[in-house]
């Protein structure tokens, strides 16, 4: 069974608390069009002076944002310390569809990445940010199929297109419960991700095979 297993962010570490948590939570509630420095200062303890010794706009806040997105997830799926290649793959996959995450800064991120998306053709600036963040999940998800491919605990499948259809089932979860409010499409599509996991990736041939989360 994935779920929920790893409890709160308590540990968190402080350079990425704020441009996630603070840029996530202004975006979500007022939109990229209505955000403003101000709004951001105002879900964080720091005044909006302050922001500007380090940040001249708000787009530079939104751009270490996607830094720190990245630098969190990653940290997230790396805290574990785990080297099984079934264990890894399920761990990320907790991750990304918000299984173990602090419910304190996730709602609010994954709200914030749907309106970045949403300006993306439209604002360049956005583009390649959110482009190296897909890069990322997909890089990191194709590393651990690889490594399971070679350790013989995974069909020999396309690493790189796995890692791609993988992804998008993740993301998909966590934009239909929480974008869409859709929570039984999006245990629909849970379900289904972990199915694919087991019959299309993990090896007939492997001892322990991840249960069907029910």
């Known amino acids: 069974m994935v779920s929920g297993t790893h409890g709160k962010d308590d540990e968190l570490p402080d350079t990425l608390q704020y441009p996630l948590s603070a840029v996530a939570q202004a975006l979500a509630k007022h939109g990229y ?3 403003t420095t101000k709004k951001i200062a105002a879900e964080s303890t720091r005044t909006e002076a302050a922001l500007y010794r380090h940040y001249d706009s708000k787009d530079a806040l939104i751009e270490a944002y996607l830094e720190a997105a990245i ?6 799926i790396e805290s574990a310390d785990i080297t099984d290649p079934i264990e890894r793959l399920l761990r990320t996959c907790e991750v990304l569809t918000g299984d173990s995450i602090d419910w304190e800064y996730y709602p609010g991120f994954y ?12 604002k360049e600036a956005f583009a390649e940010p959110l482009q190296k963040y897909h890069r990322f999940m997909v890089t990191s998800l194709t590393e651990i199929i690889n490594d399971g491919i070679e350790r013989g605990a995974f069909h020999r499948v396309d690493p790189e297109s796995t890692a791609v259809v ?4 993740c993301d998909a979860v966590p934009r239909y419960a929480i974008v869409l409010g859709l929570i039984d499409e999006a245990e629909m599509i849970r379900n289904q991700l972990y199915a694919y996991i087991q019959s299309g990736i993990v090896s ?6 991840p249960d069907e989360p029910s």
């Not at 630098?71 to 997230?76: I, M, Q, R, V």
């Not at 709200?111 to 439209?122: C, K």
């Not at 993988?166 to 089932?169: A, D, E, P």
């Open 71 to 76: 630098d969190w997830f990653s940290w997230k």
């Open 204 to 209: 007939e041939d492997t001892v322990d095979r």
């Open 166 to 169: 993988v992804y998008t089932f």
């Open 111 to 122: 709200v914030a990445m749907q309106e970045l998306r949403a300006y993306a053709p439209r």
């Open 33 to 35: 069009a209505d955000l």
